[in-house]
């Protein structure tokens, strides 16, 4: 994903962060991590601008598991309130993680990680919201991601 049209990532305590480059230089994977948590930081539900921010912060470095959930929390139909709320950004992080999603799983050598993640409740669910802003809000994507999506929550129903 482009820089970020609005950066909140200065929200983030620079202690949180300070290790992650390094952590991403062991190829350890965090380029899809699925962590629930970071400390007592809450990932997969953020309620709070810090833990927003340090969604943000893992999204610039290419976690596309952080760009769907940044984007679900900045979205003001998030069932869960949360500090930092824009339709427009939420809708450009939730596609854009859906669309790089779409892009790895093509690759036969997509993490396994991934290829279990897209079968979790939390994914399906992130693609029904999906689904579900872009006719809302009458939003045209490509023809690929609309695919890709539409097979990501049909998949469920077999």
């Known amino acids: 994903m482009d820089s970020p049209i609005v950066d909140f990532t200065r929200l983030t305590p620079p202690e949180l962060i300070d290790g992650v480059p390094a952590f991403l230089s062991d190829d ?4 899809w991590s ?35 959930r940044l984007g679900r929390s900045l979205l003001h139909s998030y069932r869960y309130p949360s500090e930092i709320q824009s339709d427009y950004l939420g809708l450009q992080y939730l596609l854009s993680g859906m669309d790089a999603f779409n892009i790895v799983l093509r690759e036969t050598a997509a993490p396994l990680s991934i290829k279990k993640y897209v079968y979790t409740p939390e994914f399906i669910g992130l693609c029904q919201l ?20 539409r097979k990501s929550v049909s998949h469920i129903q077999h």
């Open 28 to 31: 350890s994977g965090w380029y």
């Open 34 to 68: 699925t962590n629930k948590a970071w400390g007592n930081l809450e990932l997969e539900y953020p309620r709070t601008a810090v833990e927003q921010a340090l969604l943000q912060s893992f999204t610039q470095f290419g976690c596309g598991v952080s760009m769907l």
């Open 130 to 149: 999906a689904i579900h802003e872009v006719a809302d809000k009458n939003i045209s994507i490509c023809p690929e991601l609309s695919e890709f999506l």
